[in-house]
């Protein structure tokens, strides 16, 4: 009998904590929305998953813990190993195309990071955060979710749980968040702007740009070099034509492997106990502010580039909205938003893809430049 009570009180059973059964309801949240919303999925269930393994009492299945997901997150994250690698692949399955042929189009994703800074401001001087908390909330704007890991496991690794989750949660929101802003900053008139369609793209172009950017960025921002230098390699194999194999390695397989690693350790940080107190709630609140002024400032610079351009050259201020790097989410809510707007005479997808993955490049550079200043 005594065997069996020391059986019974050793399990996991007799030691859930509400918190764990918080965790536990969250979880059920992120999958809910992964399958029935498809907000998400490759992502939001290896991490919703995660959570549930972490909060598993005595299993020793949390980030932080011996067991298989502590080896997972001190070997990939914490060395900072698979953001990079996810960068890869994104990489090879990002077309710069849009992007080639209008260059403008480049300033509207860096305006779209204006609500990293906005929040990391509002994080040190409202909310007494330290700098390197600010930074880890802050890029949360970028709605970069590698990104926000790279950053915040440098700078914040205690905060990796909520930055990771709120951003990828915004980032599945987009659909949700970015239209009633583009309803308030836009005009009928704006939204019906047509930008007509530009000149191909020519293959030395194409090659060279991830050459050119990679080492401009990298020289410029040295702390950037891991995510710019593998994203821009990643995309110089899908452009040269002669890596085939490499390519479908890099932006298939590994990709999904690396992601499933990723989230699954991301998951596994968000023990109750860590996870649930009041800081936790301003990350989320501060993560919202970071994506609504990362989306009015795409949208606040292409209105303000019209005042100097010719009619004929306007550009449809809807796509600046596009310039937060969920691609290409944001980009298709912009085309979805403008062509309701305007009964389907109207369709941007194309322009609204150059600031999007203008943004990828843009919020990495801003990680870079808070590593620099406060690694």
């Not at 194999?237 to 690396?258: N, P, Q, W, Y």
Request: net charge positive; glycine share 12%.
């Amino acid at each position: 009998m005594e065997n069996i009570t020391k059986l019974i009180l050793g399990s996991g059973f007799a030691n859930l904590s509400f918190s764990n059964w918080i965790m536990f309801a969250v979880s059920g949240l992120l999958v809910y929305l992964a399958i029935k919303k498809h907000y998400k999925p490759l992502l939001l269930i290896p991490i919703g998953f995660g959570i549930v393994l972490a909060n598993f009492p005595l299993a020793e299945m949390g980030a932080y813990g011996e067991g298989i997901i502590g080896l997972i997150y001190e070997g990939g994250i914490k060395t900072e190993l698979l953001p990079p690698i996810i960068f890869l692949g994104v990489g090879v399955l990002t077309d710069f195309r849009p992007l080639l042929s209008r260059p403008l189009t480049f300033l509207l994703g860096a305006a779209a990071q204006l609500g990293i800074f906005i929040a990391a401001l509002c994080a040190l001087y409202l909310f007494g955060f330290t700098p390197q908390e600010a930074a880890s909330i802050g890029i949360i704007g970028g709605a970069d979710g590698p990104t926000t890991i790279f950053l915040s496991s440098q700078l914040a690794p205690h905060l990796l749980g909520p930055v990771a989750l709120a951003a990828y949660s915004y980032m599945s929101l987009v659909p949700i968040i970015q239209p009633p802003v583009l309803r308030l900053l836009t005009t009928k008139k704006e939204r019906a702007i047509d930008m007509p369609q530009v000149k191909s793209v020519s293959r030395t172009a194409v090659i060279l740009f991830p050459m050119i950017t990679g080492a401009v960025a990298s020289l410029a921002v040295p702390s950037s070099a891991p995510l710019i230098g593998m994203l821009m390699f990643g995309n110089l194999i899908r452009e040269s034509g002669v890596t085939d194999r490499l390519k479908k390695t890099a932006g298939g397989a590994m990709i999904d492997i690396v992601t499933i690693f990723l989230g699954i350790a991301v998951g596994a940080t968000m023990e109750g106990e860590r996870f649930l107190n009041p800081q936790t709630l301003m990350i989320f609140g501060l993560g919202a502010v970071a994506f609504l002024f990362s989306t009015a400032g795409g949208i606040a610079l292409a209105k303000f580039m019209n005042l100097f351009l010719a009619e004929k050259n306007k550009i449809n201020p809807c796509i600046g909205a596009a310039g937060v790097s969920a691609v290409p989410m944001a980009a298709r809510v912009v085309q979805d938003f403008v062509s309701q707007n305007t009964d389907g005479k109207v369709n941007p997808i194309m322009a609204a893809m150059g600031p999007n993955v203008a943004g990828v490049i843009g919020s990495a550079v801003a990680a870079g430049i808070f590593l620099a200043l406060l690694g």
